[in-house]
């Protein structure tokens, strides 16, 4: 993404911007980070259509997450990740018998004639696999042009910024851009999208906090917590046991301003303050059969994933056409107790993906929502004695009624800390960028080829845009 691009924020999102910074000194919530939004967007539609980003925090290791299941390649993956002798569990391997068995719907030929399992947490998710509603994408990760080994140790050319580093790499994912990134991808997005809701403030909601990914040159990311709307709590009930005080403030944080910045926090604030009573009416009547509830408690993405589905659920209410949403689960820097920590973490992540597909099937729109997995790189093949270290590419899941499941996208990396698909240490040189990743979904969501760049200024860079994820 060039500066230009990044610098490109209206005045009026600014101000916007600037106010909800200015309600962080009273303690306002960042959902009172509203603007207005753009007049105008690049599409209408009559129809739904839903994309969820779960992004795992930290780094996940794809290697221990979708694992070689054919003999030459496990022992292999069992070798350079110090498992025991008998293809059992050791060091940072997995036992072969403990794999989730996934049988594709169609013959694939891969890389050394690769098959694959899935990590024994995942037993909700090789089940959507095997029947066909999610897919799995191979070896992705942010590029700036295609890229062979070579021409990474040579620097011939241009490389993402500060690779390998936590926060640059999640902004790079999200953003295409090092950390200080001020517009994501699924922003963009959420910008050709506005005229086809209602409420276009509706349009991209985070329910995970601030994510640059959902920042837009017009859209801004509202926030919601799994309980619903964020209320500025001491202007509603009894503030200090008070009524009277809770409505003086409410008055002092509502009423116009002389001066423009304080003009228009208060305008904002108010907005904010009208959006939780249209959003928690909303949501009020939504209850889903589906349980959320998880053996592996507490899991804070099950009831970001809840109240996602709720909202979805709530979308003709609220007049919603098309939406961007994200969530997220952290933990996942395992540079050590990888085989204490992370089935952990795949365990919530399975619960809590099966359970918001379920709740997508209970409400009818399975065919309209599609979630993918990102995080901010995979890891490194070899361990470091009790985990690994951060790498580059990784795997991805891409679930929905849509998706073509059952089966791999791109291109399988060799088992390997030699060959020309990794750059050290069994770091994965990606195969496919985030750019293509990207502009494969925002097709789905309904952008047109010509609206590919205003998304993904770099698409272009790339052989393909279309990764072929849905069918046409």
Known sequence: MNSASIRNVSRRVFLARAGALGGMGLAAPMAMSLAAAGDAAAFTSSDYKALVCVFLY????????????????????????????????????????????????????????????????????????????????????????????????????????????????????????????????????????????????????????????????????????????IPIWAAKGASFGSSRASEVLKTLITEPRAHVLENEFTRVTKRSMVMEDIVNTALSPVTLTTSFDTDNKPNSLANQLKIVARLIGARNALGSKRQVFFVSLGGFDTHDGLMETHPNLLALLDEALSSFYAATVEMGVENQVTTFTASDFGRTLTSNGDGSDHGWGGHHFVMGGAVKGGRYFGTAPQVSVTSDDQVGQGRLLPSTSVDQMASTLARWFGASENELTTILPRITNFSSSDLGYFSA
């Open 58 to 229: 930290g780094g996940n290791d794809c290697h221990n997450t979708l694992i070689p299941a054919d003999i030459p390649n496990y022992d292999r993956y069992s070798a350079i990740r110090g498992g025991a002798s008998g293809r059992k569990r050791g060091g940072i391997a997995y036992g072969l018998d403990e794999l989730v068995s996934l049988r594709p719907a169609i013959n694939q030929t891969l890389t050394d004639a690769l098959s694959y399992g899935l990590a024994p947490s995942l037993i909700k998710t090789g089940a959507l696999f095997n029947s066909g509603k999610l897919a799995i994408q191979l070896n992705v990760g942010p590029l700036v042009v295609p890229l062979t080994r070579a021409q990474f140790q040579s620097g011939a050319l241009p490389l993402p910024p500060k690779l390998f580093s936590h926060n640059d790499q999640q902004s790079v994912w999200q953003a295409l851009g090092a950390e200080g990134a001020t517009v994501g991808w699924g922003g963009r997005i959420g910008d050709l999208a506005l005229s086809s809701n209602t409420n276009s403030l509706l349009t991209c909601i985070s329910a995970s906090g601030n994510a640059v990914f959902l920042s837009g040159n017009d859209a801004l990311q509202y926030q919601i917590s799994p309980g619903g709307a």
